[in-house]
T-cell receptor
Framework: DAGVIQSPRHEVTEMGQEVTLRCKPISGHNSLFWYRQTMMRGLELLIYFNNNVPIDDSGMPEDRFSAKMPNASFSTLKIQPSEPRDSAVYFC????????????FGPGTRLLVL | AQSVTQLDSQVPVFEEAPVELRCNYSSSVSVYLFWYVQYPNQGLQLLLKYLSGSTLVKGINGFEAEFNKSQTSFHLRKPSVHISDTAEYFCAVSEGGRRALTFGSGTRLQVQP
């Protein structure tokens, strides 16, 4: 099993640029989650999808952030325009859509906005 | 709203000693409880989880945790730690029908020779 795949693994960009993070969930999983990890705020949910439909986006910081899941095997998280405070590690996770199902995490994308 | 408190930000311990990492949660409804481990520059890996039934849950790498509903706790234990257990450990909860996890702030376990 390939596990959850995220790309890129590292991204360095300048303030104001658009950033797109990508995620391929585990085949057969129908729930997908985006989390952000920072020293100040720890691990926090940004958004999650069930069957490609956004269910809870209450964690999305503001309109600069958007997420899509056009099909069951691909999701993107876009930041436009990026700001230095967006610097963080962004994790994608996937699971089956059953209560208490284990979430499997990708290796993360480390984003640095200068 | 649910919340998770990990009481210790760092726990130093000598190799082969026992360890307990503490976790308390608050929720008004029934919850599912998880412990994840994060090694440096890696994603999170599930150690164990409590869904229902027996309150003592055994996980990978010799870890176990006990669910205590009256104290709203889910402490993680290992009777004898190894150097390779050095990592950050996260307690997490999902509440009712909400699939997303709420994480604690993490505990850094530092195993010394």
């Amino acid at each position: 099993d390939a596990g959850v795949i995220q790309s890129p693994r590292h991204e360095v960009t300048e303030m104001g640029q658009e950033v797109t993070l990508r995620c391929k969930p585990i085949s057969g999983h129908n729930s997908l989650f985006w989390y952000r990890q920072t020293m100040m705020r720890g691990l926090e949910l940004l958004i999650y999808f069930n069957n490609n439909v956004p269910i809870d986006d209450s964690g999305m910081p503001e309109d600069r952030f958007s997420a899509k899941m056009p099909n069951a095997s691909f999701s993107t998280l876009k930041i436009q325009p990026s700001e230095p405070r967006d610097s963080a590690v962004y994790f994608c996770a996937s699971s089956y859509e059953t209560p208490g199902a284990t979430q499997y995490f990708g290796p993360g994308t480390r984003l640095l906005v200068l | 709203a649910q919340s998770v408190t990990q009481l210790d930000s760092q726990v130093p311990v000598f190799e082969e000693a026992p360890v307990e990492l503490r976790c308390n949660y608050s929720s008004s409804v029934s919850v599912y409880l998880f412990w994840y481990v994060q090694y440096p520059n890696q994603g999170l890996q599930l150690l164990l989880k409590y869904l229902s039934g027996s309150t003592l849950v055994k996980g990978i790498n010799g870890f176990e945790a006990e669910f205590n509903k009256s104290q709203t706790s889910f402490h993680l234990r290992k009777p004898s730690v190894h150097i390779s257990d050095t990592a950050e450990y996260f307690c997490a909860v999902s509440e009712g029908g909400r699939r997303a996890l709420t994480f604690g702030s993490g505990t850094r376990l530092q195993v010394q020779p």
